[in-house]
């Protein structure tokens, strides 16, 4: 039904940037609806980071507010989160979710913010 492959995570030091990138596929129905970006930490629950709406309104977890910017080309069928002063507590699996079809996960991309 719905595919979502993650990618552009990596080891960065504290202070870097990285860009992510999550490509959708499936219906257009699904892949012009809201977005979110989350992630987990080794023990510790899911939470949504970021999320941009059909319509390109976007939210941030207070967390991020400032450092990541959520965006997307639906031309691309992508999602992005670009993420700039990573912090060690960023440190995560970062996974992409389509709110038409909330149950299906892509395996996500790791980023681990050193000291």
């Known amino acids: 039904q719905v595919q979502l492959v993650e990618s552009g995570g990596g080891l960065v030091q504290a202070g870097g940037s990285l860009r992510l990138s999550c490509v959708v596929s499936g219906s257009i129905f699904i892949r012009i609806g809201g977005m979110g970006w989350y992630r987990q930490a080794p023990g510790k629950q899911r939470e949504l980071v970021a999320s941009?709406?059909?319509?390109?309104?976007?939210n941030y977890a207070d967390s991020v507010k400032g450092r990541f910017t959520i965006s997307r080309d639906n031309a691309k069928n992508t999602v992005y989160l670009q993420m700039i002063s990573l912090k060690p507590e960023d440190t995560a699996v970062y996974y992409c979710?389509?709110?038409?079809?909330?149950?299906?996960w892509g395996k996500g991309t790791l980023v681990t913010v050193s000291s």
């Open positions: 979710n389509a709110e038409r079809a909330k149950d299906y």
């Open positions: 941009i709406s059909s319509g390109g309104i976007t």
